[in-house]
């Protein structure tokens, strides 16, 4: 099983409406990290949110984190076609900072 | 704007063939890490380095894989004997505080084994 796995999949949402994404993970972490992928592309770091921390925000992008639940979740608010991509939440294990595991991602796309 | 660069950016190769990723880290940068992807899959976790030595490996980064910081800014991957599975999008990255500070990546090296 997955230390961090996104749900959906995959999302379809028309231009200018909200996008929503969840991780959800197995162990206790020090910090949770959300990239973006364009195709082929390496990955570009978004945000990052402590394990103290409940939520964050930076420009269009809201983050939340449950520790209770084990779960975060990443908003993206009125898309845009460069926003199409696929986004995958990183996790940094609690004591094993050396570790950062991905999850399958989520993969986003915004009809015009 | 920093970033990590990678070498070549394909590589094609015959199975059993010796093959050495490139990638230039940022260089205030003193963590590395190798993950590989392959194609519409999960980002997956190959090795982490620092202080020349391996930090952490997991179980895909077996005795045919081997890392190299030759000098002060290349960092390598190597495969020894390449096998078909091994065909993916190779990504280095690296940081400057371990495990609390994004990652930058590179473009990545597609390693199609044939």
């Known amino acids: 099983s997955q230390q961090g796995e996104e749900d959906p999949q995959a999302l379809s949402i028309q231009e200018g409406e909200n996008a929503t994404m969840n991780c959800s993970y197995k162990?206790?972490?020090?910090?949770l990290q959300w990239y973006r992928q364009n195709s082929g592309r390496g990955l570009v770091h978004l945000i990052l949110?402590?394990?103290?921390?409940r939520e964050k925000h930076s420009g269009r992008l809201r983050v939340t984190l449950d520790t209770s639940k084990k779960s975060s979740s990443l908003l993206i608010t009125a898309s845009r076609a460069a926003d199409t991509a696929s986004y995958f939440c990183?996790?940094?294990?609690?004591?094993?900072?050396?570790?950062?595991?991905f999850g399958k991602g989520t993969r986003l796309h915004i009809l015009p | 704007e920093p970033e990590v660069t990678q070498t070549p950016s394909h590589q094609v190769t015959q199975m059993g063939q010796e093959v050495i990723l490139r990638c230039v880290p940022i260089?205030?940068?003193?963590?590395f890490y190798w993950y590989r992807q392959i194609l519409g899959q999960k980002v997956e976790f190959l090795v982490s380095?620092?202080?020349?030595?391996?930090?952490?490996k997991s179980e895909i980064f077996d005795d045919q894989f081997s890392v190299e910081r030759p000098d002060g800014s290349n960092f390598t991957l190597k495969i020894r004997s390449t096998k078909l599975e091994d065909s993916a999008m190779y990504f280095c990255?690296?940081?400057?505080?371990?495990?609390?500070?994004?990652?930058?990546f590179g473009s990545g090296t597609q390693l199609s084994v044939l």
């Open positions: 990255a690296s940081s400057e505080i371990w495990g609390d500070e994004k990652l930058f």
């Open positions: 162990t206790s972490i020090n910090n």
């Open positions: 990183a996790t940094v294990v609690m004591n094993r900072d050396d570790k950062i595991i």
């Open positions: 380095f620092y202080n020349n030595e391996i930090s952490e």
């Open positions: 949110i402590r394990s103290n921390e």
């Open positions: 260089s205030n940068h003193l963590y």
